[in-house]
């Protein structure tokens, strides 16, 4: 056992997992929509995600000839 704490030696500790809020609303997190609250509050994240308002920063991408769009 460590000498700190109750747990044998080599073993991690337990996490505790932490409660956080539902990332669009902020209230408390539902086990069957996790991390959100409900099926509104992800259908709205999944919404953002597909018309575009999240970006994930990145280099720009420069066209190399024959690069071309079909």
């Known amino acids: 056992m460590n000498a700190n704490d109750n747990t044998p030696a080599g073993e991690p500790k ?3 997992k932490r409660q956080r ?8 997190r539902d ?4 991390p959100f ?3 509104r509050c992800a ?3 999944l919404h ?6 999240y970006v994930i ?3 720009s991408a420069t066209l190399e000839p024959g690069d071309e769009d079909e």
């Not at 086990?31 to 996790?34: C, F, I, K, Q, V």
């Not at 953002?48 to 308002?53: A, V």
Request: glycine share 10%; aromatic share 6%.
């Open 14 to 16: 337990a996490r505790k």
């Open 21 to 28: 809020a539902c990332p669009i609303c902020g209230k408390p």
């Open 31 to 34: 086990e069957l929509y996790d």
């Open 37 to 39: 609250c409900s099926r």
């Open 43 to 45: 259908d709205v994240d």
């Open 48 to 53: 953002r995600w597909l018309k575009g308002s």
């Open 57 to 59: 920063p990145g280099a």
